[in-house]
């Protein structure tokens, strides 16, 4: 069994377009429910990013999707669907955004 490792994610749900402000609104409650959470939003659809502990990309995977169905009622979050998960290891997220961890940024619309 390996140590845990950090993964960034970023998971993209949508649906039936929902008043903006009710989405922010349940984004907001999500955060509360799974701190550290930051993403965009729209009347239809919603990304959200965060650092997730996992021993492999697969078990980051598999947690990923579930972060939007645990909470759906808890956050009174819209009735969407995850359409797009990715999942990248610290080091390739670095690459890419050319810092190792990014700080949580709240929500802004899309």
Known sequence: MSAPELWHVTLT???????PGDVLSALERLANERPFLSGRYAADRAELRYWEEAEDCADACALALRVWFEHRETASLPPWHVVAVEVASR???????GTAVAAAGGWRPF
């Open 13 to 19: 749900v949508a649906g039936d377009r929902c008043d």
């Open 91 to 97: 080091d390739e997220h670095a690459r890419r955004d």
